[in-house]
């Protein structure tokens, strides 16, 4: 086993997936959620980093092999349970959908490679699988950005709750400090975080059913 940096990269991504949700406890908000969203990019970062320098210095193992594909999956798994946990009443019935599948498929295929054993090289990453994880990536950056912005900031500073903001930006109340396209532009960047994840869910979903159809013959009956 080589402690390499590529692979103490890889290590560190694995340790930062349990700590994103960890912030939470012992941190208030919005400061948790700064200190989170700066944690999962620069996690993320890594994905990109450490497989890189592996190449380049030849120095990609077994034990890189190994964790990478862990340490993305707690990344995300855990990133999701946080967002999930700690949006409003609004936004949870909209992502419960696309991060069911995201974690129906992970431990699936996790479950299919477990399964195959010495034959699991046949569910190599694909392409496809790498897009996937950068879409859900983006995502999740996203959204802990809305979650920052939309929820904290702009109800903190001026002191205003989801009715007065939805109030505001239908006209029913008059825009006197002019806020109204300040909350749409906020609004509208839930809602890119929202589509990023439907869009991951469906990158998640053909994958995982690619997998599947390539584990196939190896799980029939003799």
Do not use: C
């Not at 997998?211 to 196939?216: C, G, N, P, Q």
């Amino acid at each position: 086993m080589k402690w390499t940096l590529p692979n103490i990269l890889t290590m560190g991504r694995l340790i930062a997936a349990p700590a994103v949700a960890i912030l939470f406890l012992y941190f208030s908000r919005p400061l948790a959620d700064w200190l989170a969203l700066i944690l999962f990019l620069l996690a993320a970062a890594t994905d990109w980093i450490d497989g890189y320098l592996a190449r380049k210095w030849g120095q990609e193992s077994k034990l890189g092999a190994m964790l990478d594909p862990i340490a993305d999956k707690a990344m995300v798994v855990i990133a999701l349970m946080v967002i999930v946990g700690y949006s409003d009443v609004y936004w949870t019935p909209w992502l419960v959908l696309p991060a069911t599948v995201i974690l129906f498929r992970e431990v699936f295929v996790s479950g299919l490679r477990e399964f195959l054993g010495d034959t699991a090289g046949t569910l190599k990453v694909t392409k496809l699988a790498k897009w996937k994880t950068t879409a859900q990536m983006v995502a999740i950056a996203v959204l802990f950005s809305r979650g920052i912005f939309e929820h904290h900031l702009v109800m903190g500073s001026f002191g205003m709750d989801q009715t007065m903001v939805e109030q505001i930006m239908s006209g029913e109340v008059e825009d006197v400090n002019g806020l109204r396209g300040y909350f749409h532009g906020m609004v509208w960047s839930g809602r890119i975080g929202l589509w990023l994840l439907w869009i991951a869910g469906l990158l998640t979903l053909i994958t995982g059913w690619d997998y599947f159809r390539k584990a196939l013959p190896y799980l029939k009956e003799d």
